[in-house]
């Protein structure tokens, strides 16, 4: 492989829109350009991940400011968190264990919506917040009825510093999940600046704790590339015991599986898994049974949701979807969705990568669920950047991300009703826009699995074009 200075592809020469964009700067490095001795691709990489994750901070910042207490300004600055809420109202300003099943304990507070691993880190994170805090005592909490807690003096410090914990703990584990993605191309690190860069990152890595899967998920496409299939069988498990759709990675392995005759190295993935999801579940499910069960029956029992097409459609026309219906209809049709990207895999001229065929499932899913919260983005990141990794087309897609993100605050704080009343077509409009941005990157990936020489990470890397090699005198990095 003819690789540029530094034994890397460089995006002012690997992709047209950066080295156009470079023009204001000095143009696309040259061919004679040295190293920098310290700012290699993933320490830069991973700086742009710090400086965009510190501005998610401080566009939350008003929220901060009022404690999340101003119920219009969380919309109309769009720093909404769950975060806070989360600590008082599921019982964590308490330490509550999430699955406990003593009586008292669920009189007061409902049991958590999510998957263990996350709501292991929200009650970890709890306690953090408490010797933070002095650990203060917590009698005269019992003593207050739950919906009064939030009013309580001192709960609002610790809320806020609840958000900070949190908040540190998620960007330290985003920069391990970008310095993964940077090293699964080894030869393309700057692909990971992708998602470190991503204006999606920015605006929704704090709205719940979306990022602990994202991280998994990274390590499960590190460890594919180095053929560690055990490791990327224990990663998918654990992302699974965060959220739910880890899991359709391993249809993505399936087909790799039968294109390379490598379905031992599926099969030991999958076992993993499975093993790794188990013992993640393992401490909730022994202690409270019915609490654990809580995320499956509450997304069973949850009807058309916010984001959703289901919404739009029941919302447009007054069809009245019961839960049962739509399980039954997003299921089956993603089951087929899944389906079109099994034959689209076999037939493809090469094996798809990981990632290209990852992207495919989880989109559907997506555009099938009956939910789609803003930072469920955050998904879609780590795989995207990795399956098509071209700017022009990131900023397409996660224009369509950005303009929802902004449509569903609106929505939530009325500023979308029509004047006369009636239905909110304006946020039927931005959750269409979202799910043709959507469908926008798989059309470029399913062009690319089908035609290979299309794939960024396929074609070999050009060298320096002809007329910018006098510029020798920038320093690679």
């Not at 209809?329 to 079109?340: D, I, Q, R, T």
Request: aromatic fraction near 12%; proline fraction near 7%; charged fraction near 15%.
């Amino acid at each position: 492989m003819n690789l540029p200075p530094g034994g890397h592809v460089h995006p002012t020469q690997d992709d047209a829109f950066l080295a156009s964009f470079s023009e204001g700067v000095g143009g696309p490095v040259g061919s004679r350009a040295g190293r920098h001795p310290w700012w290699t691709p993933v320490r830069v990489v991973l700086a742009l991940a710090t400086i965009c994750l510190a501005l998610g901070l401080v566009q939350k910042s008003s929220c901060y400011q009022a404690s999340w207490q101003n119920g219009v300004e969380r919309y109309t600055h769009m720093c909404y968190s769950d975060l806070p809420y989360q600590y008082t109202g599921r019982g964590l300003a308490e330490l509550s264990w999430p699955y406990s099943d003593d009586e008292e304990v669920r009189a007061r507070y409902p049991v958590m919506e999510y998957p263990a691993v996350i709501a292991y880190w929200a009650w970890g994170t709890a306690h953090v917040t408490h010797w933070l805090s002095g650990s203060p005592d917590l009698s005269p909490r019992y003593a207050t009825p739950a919906d009064r807690l939030a009013g309580l003096e001192g709960i609002t410090d610790e809320a806020r510093r609840y958000v900070a914990v949190n908040a540190v703990g998620l960007a330290g584990l985003a920069l391990v999940a970008v310095w993964l993605l940077a090293g699964v191309h080894r030869h393309r690190p700057w692909d990971a600046a992708l998602v470190a860069a991503s204006p999606a990152l920015l605006l929704t890595a704090w709205i719940n704790w979306d990022l602990l899967a994202l991280v998994f998920v990274a390590g499960a496409l590190w460890a594919w590339s180095r053929d560690r299939p055990v490791l990327t069988g224990v990663m998918i498990g654990l992302g699974t015991a965060t959220k739910l759709y880890p899991l359709f990675l391993l249809g993505a392995l399936l087909v790799i599986g039968i294109r390379e005759r490598r379905l031992k190295d599926v099969a030991a993935a999958a076992l993993f898994a499975l093993v790794a999801w188990g013992f993640a579940n393992l401490p909730g499910y022994v202690s409270g049974p019915d609490e654990w069960a809580h995320f499956w029956t509450f997304n069973s029992d949850r009807g058309a949701d916010l984001g959703s097409l289901w919404l739009v459609i029941d919302q447009a026309y007054d069809v009245g979807f019961d839960p049962a219906t739509i399980n039954l209809w997003s299921w089956g049709l993603f089951a087929v969705w899944c389906l079109g990207v099994l034959v689209i895999g076999l037939r493809a001229p090469e094996t798809p990568r990981f990632a290209q065929l990852g992207l495919l499932i989880l989109i559907g899913f997506l555009l099938l669920n009956k939910v789609y919260s803003p930072q469920y983005v955050l998904w879609l990141l780590p795989l995207a950047a990795l399956a098509r990794p071209r700017w022009r087309d990131h900023l397409v897609w996660q224009g369509g991300e950005v303009f929802y993100f902004a449509m569903v605050w609106f929505y939530l704080g009325g500023f979308l009703d029509p004047s006369g009343g009636g239905d909110v077509g304006f946020y039927w409009v931005a959750i269409l826009v979202r799910a043709l941005a959507e469908l926008y990157l798989v059309g470029l990936v399913v062009r690319d699995v089908l035609r290979p020489e299309h794939d960024p990470v396929r074609a070999r890397p050009p060298g320096p074009p002809q007329s910018m090699t006098t510029r020798s005198n920038v320093v690679a990095v």
